[in-house]
């Protein structure tokens, strides 16, 4: 069960509460309800707020949002659009399957709280087993991880993220060194210093790997002014930034400078590829998305037929 949030799914809890669960303050909770139209809490006979379960993921998603350098004033349409994509998704996928989602997280959950390595081994390989790479990690890992990050206000809960997070950059490491050895076509992946943590990059770099392209992951701290002297000496089908922060300060002209000195196409991923989408239009940036099998599917597109030459 994940952290900070009833089980009961029809449980519905005070502002006082929720305030407390999420660490949002109860006069933020009220203005993003008034002036933004952000979440929307029953109200009981005597006026009093109540908050559902998805209010809180609600909430928490906000928080998500901010720590990236969104204003709450865009959060709103982003959350629109997101749940836009994930109402397609879920459209596309067998219902039931989906509901089994919830009770995979339970168990790994149960096993990180108890640090039990070798029965989190098993889970991992059974949900695998039984899923697509795209499905176990952007549905059922990563959400379960994300979770885990946003709750550490008790004693205890960072050292269980802690060790989540080092159990799964272990296998990702371990599938991304597998998949490099198959085929000799890569692109390289390099984080934007500071605007996202490595198992983010590392499971980016496994949702575009395909069986005759491999992601090369450069390491967190990545200088950007020598990725031009890195590609060089690579000589990558193309080179890939990822960033999962906003970007108030010239991202694109940033880019367009890099991307002049490169012999290869550059491309942009992670939620900075969604928010800078309009100001990247029309430049030689390919823009990949957030979503794990969008940007493998814009990958292919972009890179056309030079996987072949």
């Known amino acids: ?41 029953t109200r009981t006979e005597s006026g009093h707020r109540l908050y559902s379960r998805t209010d809180i993921e609600t909430v928490n998603r906000i928080l ?14 982003i959350l ?15 219902t039931v399957e989906e509901n089994e989602w919830p009770q995979w997280q339970a168990r790994l959950m ?37 979770t885990l990050l946003r709750h550490q206000g008790r004693f205890g809960q960072a050292s269980e993220w802690l060790f989540f ?12 060194h597998l998949a490099g050895a198959t085929t000799s ?11 996202c943590r490595k198992l983010e990059l590392l499971v980016a770099a496994l949702l575009m790997s395909r069986d005759d392209l491999a992601v090369q992951v450069l390491a967190m701290g990545q200088p950007l002014d020598e990725l031009t002297l890195v590609c060089e000496k690579n000589r990558p089908q193309g080179l890939i930034l990822f960033s999962n ?19 290869c196409p550059l491309f942009l991923a992670g939620v900075a590829s969604d928010l800078a989408g309009a100001d990247l239009a029309g430049t030689s940036i390919g823009c990949l998305g957030n979503d794990g099998r969008s940007m493998q599917r814009r990958l292919q597109q972009f890179l056309g037929g030079t996987l072949d030459t």
């Open 64 to 77: 998500d949002w901010i720590e990236r350098g969104v204003a709450v004033s865009k959060v709103g349409k």
């Open 245 to 263: 922060h906003s970007h108030n300060h010239d991202l694109a002209g940033r880019l367009n400078r890099l991307a002049l000195t490169l012999d």
């Open 185 to 195: 076509a890569r692109v390289l992946l390099a984080a934007i210093p500071g605007e």
């Open 80 to 94: 629109a659009r997101d749940d836009q994509q994930a109402d397609a998704v879920r459209a596309e996928r067998d």
């Open 1 to 41: 069960m994940a952290h900070g949030v009833p089980s009961d799914s029809d449980a519905l809890l005070p502002i006082r509460e929720v305030s407390r669960l999420t660490g949002v303050n109860p006069v933020t909770l009220r203005a993003w309800e008034r002036r933004y139209g952000l979440i929307q809490p």
């Open 165 to 176: 997070d080092n159990f799964l950059q272990g296998r990702a490491l371990q599938r991304l």
């Open 110 to 146: 149960q096993a990180v709280s108890d640090f039990d390595d070798r029965q989190l081994e098993s889970l991992y390989g059974q949900v695998l087993a039984t899923y697509p790479l795209s499905v176990a990690f952007q549905d059922i890992l990563m959400p379960l991880w994300s």
